[in-house]
């Protein structure tokens, strides 16, 4: 049978039946969020800023107002979206690991914070300043144990205990109001030749000062966790483990790496070489130190030490704990269980944030390691329909990321697979993909759309 | 990435954002220009983005030259103090190596700077031009300021270096310079033809185990209506003349390229016309497809003639003009993986310029023209291995009209088509990719349109792919205060849209359906 006659075979066996199919239950129900307390975490954020504002000086508030409405464009974007996980399950989860560092410190006690998980990709974790303290799903997936994320709360918190973000903010106002800075912009603002060159390197010997404040303020983070976390009972050696998942995270993943040529080829489509072939480049032998900025420039901007020195500098206070602390202290279980859902709700967060090739990196990895298949599935599915319809509008290129060295050879092959699929070939692929795992996926409330979706592709 | 890990203020979290986008902020002034493509051929391979970082002094401004990847990820930033004239005029890349040709207006000098796969700077040729030269050059290849940059004198040469035709004087002749530059050593030959005739026009025809095939024009005066053609084949090596050949064989022919297909043989193919014609003023017969080698001797002959073969699909004259597209000018030929051959090209004609009849009558010497160029529609021929027609089709898009100088109206159309293209530079083709294993390609152009729902610039492509011809076009219309296509991977295209307000250069790529 013809390819062509092949689908419309395959989608029609799809029409007829499903009426008979039994709706499965879904392997994975996506957690609830509870709206009141994020408008409430919301308005207690907007307060603080007012608070603020109203403590400063004020020949500079329209500066600092500046700084200040910029930070709470993120945190609206955060609290208001679904970007942040407050169902009751993984954020009460939280709040009784946050509660354990509390009690067992009591200078935390009675500080404005709110500690929330985000559906974010990246591994990171970040003090707002406003007493708004994110930890993302990207990096909770990595953590081995309790004890490594109450670290890594402990160092968030201490960022905000010691004032950090505030102290940052008042010293690059002070700098850009102080009278050496402004005589040297009037003395710049006068000069007729080279005055781009010196205004570099005014910014950057700004930079560099920021930048190294920043590391300072790293290292007295580190050292005031450690003092946090050695109170509670957790095990002090999560300092040193989580650092060094830190060091190595660029190179980690939860699965094994994606074979695109495997996930994208079928008995009757297989895969197409040239979706993947090496191209030749310009500067292919281009020493990576060679960037437009220096290995010396490089160093100095980095935003913090590296984690090798920062484990050297905390080994030996570890080292000294003869305590034995726990892993856990509130939920072994619910841990794992949070760490395979974020996965899902981080796969999901990209599809929410337009970030397609994420979203379709992820959920081929799942397939990949058949794990949660009738969602994996579905989640593949839906987004080629979506790279489908943006490629035929021409607005799929805010939607997919370009190929970089610093992404892994693996979602490397898949975003130039992307940059080279044609419509017919997007529709192809899809068509192959869902009619292979059809059997175990029919059921999956909205993938029946998606099929329609590729129906209607077809019959174009 | 893990350098913001455990981001303490939010500040520092920001910068993370702003590193993920391609836009460039803080953008005071840049002209379309600024921007371009690196290419290996149909290739492209990377992007340029060239800007005055600072100022100097009242005569030397500092440039960095930005030299980015096809993704656009900035590889090297080159910065260098020069003369507040200098600009760049091309850039090629050869498959290991990339240049640049600056031009020093004040200095009167073209300079080509070679750069490495390791991006350092290997080699610089300079080539100082004189007075005449210059306003000769001011007259032709630096007249054209083409955004599309269709029109090129820097071809690149796989792995060896790269050739350039520029026109040039010598005294009273006006004739052309081919020069190849070295990539694998500082070697540089110049060819200039001075003998024979007062005038030469020159093409670059393409490149063939070791030898330099170039398409020669000889006027024996300036005015001189009557050019002799000829194929020219210089050695690699040394830039020495291997062969002339008048351009023959059993019919006349008027080259426009070489293209080495059907397992590794040459062919040069062109309009074809009556022995003895005058290709600069007699209609042609058709299309002509010769095999040629490395000593100019002609292998095989192949016509195809406008009423026989392509009439068979397309409503063709016996003069050459197809009903409502006019002539054809081949831009690019091209064979597929399956041995398929495709000539694509683009139709124009001469018609009644108003314009032209109405300053005749009310200033005497107007300079312009009775006739003007309309620029038709494109065109894609299907041949086989044997260059036998398979199939031609027609692709609709806007017409545009250029006028002519006096003159004009008596000159051929295969003649007018090349002066179309490198003088007047008025069609709307862009460019044609292919990708490296040739089961695909997808021809490029611009076009106006004028729809109820839309009224802009377009930018179109005619794609083949894996048997399947389908077409597409993006509307380039913006809230920008100009935006550039530029070529980009194949498939794909790169638009560049600059807010003056914003201050910011916001590209981003799309794909080509």
């Known amino acids: 049978m013809e390819p062509g006659k092949k689908a419309t075979a395959f989608l029609l066996l ?77 954020h009460g989860y939280l709040q009784s690991v946050l509660k354990k560092i509390v009690s067992a410190n009591n200078e935390l006690n009675g500080l404005d914070v709110r500690v929330v998980f985000s559906r974010d990709w990246w591994p990171n974790a970040y003090s707002i300043g406003d007493g708004t303290i994110m930890i993302n799903a990207g990096l909770v997936i990595y953590l081995n144990n309790e004890a490594e994320l109450a670290f890594v709360l402990c160092h968030e ?77 957790y095990d002090c050696h999560a300092i040193i483990s989580s650092l060094e998942i830190l060091d190595r995270i660029d190179d980690s993943s939860l699965y094994r790496p994606l074979d695109i040529e495997q996930v994208f080829s079928f008995a009757d489509y297989p895969f197409k070489k040239k979706w993947v072939q090496k191209e030749s480049a310009i500067f292919s032998q281009l020493d990576e130190n060679e960037s437009p900025l220096s290995q010396k420039e490089k160093d100095s901007l980095k935003t913090h030490p590296d984690c090798s020195k920062r484990i050297l500098t905390l080994n030996d206070s570890v080292q000294s704990i003869k305590t034995q602390g726990k892993r856990f202290l509130v939920d072994e279980n619910l841990f794992d269980k949070l760490k395979k859902d974020f996965f899902i709700e981080m796969t999901e967060q990209c599809y929410r944030d337009d970030n397609l090739s994420r979203n379709l990196y992820y ?51 898949l975003l130039r697979t992307l940059s080279r699929l044609r419509l017919d070939e997007i529709t192809a692929i899809n068509y192959h993909f869902c009619k292979q795992y059809y059997e175990q996926v029919k059921g999956y409330p909205g993938f029946k759309d998606e099929i329609k979706k590729l129906q209607e592709q077809k019959n174009q | 990435m893990k350098k913001l890990l455990f981001a303490g ?121 004189t007075k005449k030269e210059k306003k ?64 030469f026009e020159g093409d670059y025809l393409g490149t063939f185990n070791g030898v330099v095939y170039m398409e020669v024009l000889k006027f024996g005066s300036r005015m001189d209506q009557n050019p002799e053609s000829s194929i020219i084949g210089l050695s690699m090596e040394t830039g020495k003349q291997i062969f002339e050949k008048p351009s023959d064989g059993k019919y006349r022919i008027y080259p426009a390229s070489l293209s080495v297909i059907n397992n590794g043989k040459a062919y040069i193919y062109g309009e074809y016309f009556n022995p003895n014609a005058n290709i600069a003023k007699d209609k042609s017969l058709g299309f002509a497809f010769w095999g040629i080698d490395e000593k100019g001797n002609i292998l095989t002959e192949k016509y195809c003639s406008w009423d026989l073969e392509l009439g068979k699909y397309l409503n063709v004259s016996s003069k050459g003009k197809i009903e409502d597209f006019g002539f054809m000018y081949v831009h690019n030929i091209l064979q597929t993986a399956d041995g398929t051959i495709f000539a694509i090209g683009e139709g124009y004609k001469k018609v009644a310029s108003a314009l032209g009849i109405a300053s005749k009558l009310l200033v005497r010497n107007s300079g312009l023209s009775t006739m003007k160029l309309k620029i038709t529609d494109m065109i894609l021929l299907k041949f086989d291995k044997d260059f036998n027609v398979k199939d031609a089709k027609i692709y609709d898009k806007n017409s545009n009209n250029i006028e002519l100088s006096t003159g004009y109206e008596f000159v051929s159309t295969p003649y007018i088509g090349k002066l179309i293209k490198y003088y007047y530079g008025g069609f709307d083709y862009s460019y044609t990719q292919t990708n490296k294993d040739i089961s695909s390609f997808s021809v490029c152009y611009s076009d106006y349109v004028r729809g109820k729902d839309y009224k802009g610039s377009t930018f179109n492509s005619i794609s083949y792919n894996e048997g399947k011809v389908t077409t597409d076009k993006i509307n380039t219309k913006s809230d920008a205060t100009w935006s550039i296509v530029l070529p980009a991977k194949q498939g794909q295209v790169l638009i560049v849209d600059f807010f003056r307000k914003a201050k910011k250069v916001d590209p981003h790529f799309e794909k080509l359906n």
């Not at chain 1, 960022?159 to 002070?174: A, N, R, T, V």
């Not at chain 1, 599915?381 to 190929?403: D, F, P, T, V, W």
């Not at chain 2, 052309?176 to 990539?183: A, K, L, P, V």
């Open chain 1, 14 to 90: 799809f029409i007829l039946t499903k009426a008979a199919i039994a709706q499965l239950q879904p392997v994975y129900s996506f957690q609830k969020d509870d709206t009141i307390l994020k408008r409430n975490y919301y308005q207690q954020s907007l307060k603080k800023k007012d608070s603020y504002l109203s403590s400063v000086t004020k020949e500079n508030t329209a500066d600092y107002k500046k700084i200040y409405d910029e930070q709470y464009e993120l945190i609206k974007d955060l609290l208001t979206t679904t970007r942040s996980v407050t169902s009751p399950e993984a």
């Open chain 1, 157 to 233: 918190l201490s960022h905000y205990y010691l004032k950090h973000s505030g102290k940052s903010i008042k010293k690059y106002i002070e700098t850009l109001h102080s009278e050496e800075f402004q005589k040297e912009l009037k003395r710049l603002s006068k000069e007729q030749y080279r005055v781009n060159q010196q205004l570099e390197k005014l910014a950057k010997s700004m930079v560099f000062d920021s930048r190294s404040h920043s590391r300072n303020n790293e290292a007295e983070a580190d050292l005031q966790a450690f003092n946090f976390l050695k109170r509670t009972g």
């Open chain 1, 363 to 413: 959920s081929l990895l799942m397939v990949q390691a058949n794990e949660n298949i009738p969602v994996a599935v579905y989640s593949v599915a839906r987004c080629l329909n979506k790279i489908y319809e943006n490629q035929k509008k021409h607005s799929l290129g805010e939607m997919i990321s370009g190929e970089d060295r610093k992404y892994s050879t693996d979602y490397n092959l």
């Open chain 2, 9 to 129: 203020t939010l500040l520092l979290v920001l910068s993370f954002f702003a590193g993920a986008q391609n836009t460039i902020e803080n953008v005071q002034k840049v002209q379309r220009s600024n921007f371009s493509a690196i290419k290996e051929g149909t290739d492209v391979k990377g992007y340029y983005f060239f800007y005055i970082s600072d100022k100097i002094d009242k005569k030397t401004n500092e440039y960095t030259l930005r030299i980015m990847d096809n993704n656009l990820k900035v590889l090297k930033d080159v910065k260098f103090q020069d003369s507040k004239n200098v600009a760049i005029l091309e850039s090629s890349f050869n498959g290991t190596d990339l240049v640049f040709l600056f031009y020093d207006e004040d200095a009167k000098t073209f300079e080509y700077q070679i750069y490495g796969a390791d991006g350092k700077k290997k080699f610089v040729y300079t080539r100082q031009l």
């Open chain 2, 136 to 199: 000769y050059l001011e007259q032709t290849y630096l007249l054209i300021n083409d955004d599309e940059n269709t029109y090129k004198g820097l071809y690149p040469v796989d792995g060896l270096g790269f050739i350039s035709n520029m026109p040039s004087r010598e005294d009273k002749d006006y004739t052309f310079q081919i020069d190849f530059f070295s990539t694998e050593k500082q070697k540089q030959w110049s060819f200039t033809p001075t003998e024979g005739a007062k005038k």
